[in-house]
Nanobody, 115 residues
Framework: QVHLVESGGGLVQPGGSLRLSCVAS????????VRWYRQSPGAQREFVAS???????NYEDFAKGRFTISRDNAKNTVFLQMNSLRPEDTAVYYC?????????WGQGTQVTVSS
């Protein structure tokens, strides 16, 4: 069993930055991949970024150049640094972990980009 707790969301103006955190109840060394997803009202949940156990990193196109995923293994934490935020980035951001074969989701953290 892995519990994931996200934090760091909030209200930010366009062009601003936020750093989301996802704390896992298990060592990241025991988790195959951690991903960030997001879901806007009325839309499907979409992939944002991922970091694997081996350190392989991937981003969705809209995140490239603006978002950075990283981790602190000592704190069992994965971060999502989001810069140059846009109103269309408004969503609930979810952390996902796959331990092969099980999948886990956090409760989500709300990000609102508005002036």
């Amino acid at each position: 069993q892995v519990h994931l707790v996200e934090s760091g969301g909030g209200l930010v103006q366009p062009g601003g930055s936020l750093r989301l955190s996802c704390v896992a109840s298990r060592s990241l060394g025991k988790i195959y991949v951690v991903r960030w997803y997001r879901q806007s009202p009325g839309a499907q949940r979409e992939f944002v970024a991922s970091i694997s156990k081996s350190g392989n990193i991937n981003y969705e196109d809209f995140a490239k150049g603006r978002f950075t995923i990283s981790r602190d293994n000592a704190k069992n934490t994965v971060f999502l640094q989001m810069n140059s935020l846009r109103p269309e980035d408004t969503a609930v951001y979810y952390c996902y972990a796959n331990t092969l074969p099980q999948e886990y989701w956090g409760q989500g953290t709300q990000v609102t980009v508005s002036s």
